[in-house]
């Protein structure tokens, strides 16, 4: 049995041995159940990559965000410049025209 998971295989026996399994099917289901269970749970490994693989996402996320900000950023200046620029134009006509 791996150190993965504390399983009872000396309950498991006897519970089947009681239900009417002979002692080698529940020996053979016993091997299966700890086989099934050890392939089936992360190992601290497998955790620890999972957790650079989502740092990692995360970093890439953040640059994205920070060069759409970036973009935005540029647009809104540019949108409100222009917007300033046609403030400016209106201001100056009404001046004139009174």
């Given at each position: 049995?791996?150190?993965?998971?504390?399983?009872?295989?000396?309950?498991?026996?006897?519970?089947?041995?009681?239900?009417?399994?002979?002692?080698?099917?529940?020996?053979?289901?016993?091997?299966?159940?700890?086989?099934?269970?050890?392939?089936?749970?992360?190992?601290?490994?497998d955790i620890?990559?999972?957790?650079?693989?989502?740092?990692?996402?995360?970093?890439?996320?953040?640059?994205?965000?920070?060069?759409d900000i970036?973009?935005?950023?540029?647009?809104?200046?540019?949108?409100?410049?222009?917007?300033?620029?046609?403030?400016?134009?209106?201001?100056?006509?009404?001046?004139?025209?009174?």
């Amino acid at each position: 049995m791996s150190d993965a998971i504390a399983f009872d295989t000396h309950r498991f026996l006897k519970r089947l041995t009681e239900s009417g399994f002979t002692r080698k099917q529940a020996e053979t289901l016993a091997d299966e159940q700890v086989a099934l269970l050890n392939a089936n749970l992360a190992t601290k490994s497998d955790i620890a990559a999972l957790k650079a693989e989502f740092k990692a996402d995360i970093a890439a996320l953040k640059a994205e965000f920070k060069a759409d900000i970036a973009v935005l950023k540029a647009e809104l200046i540019k949108w409100m410049f222009g917007a300033l620029i046609a403030q400016t134009g209106i201001v100056v006509a009404l001046i004139k025209l009174l």
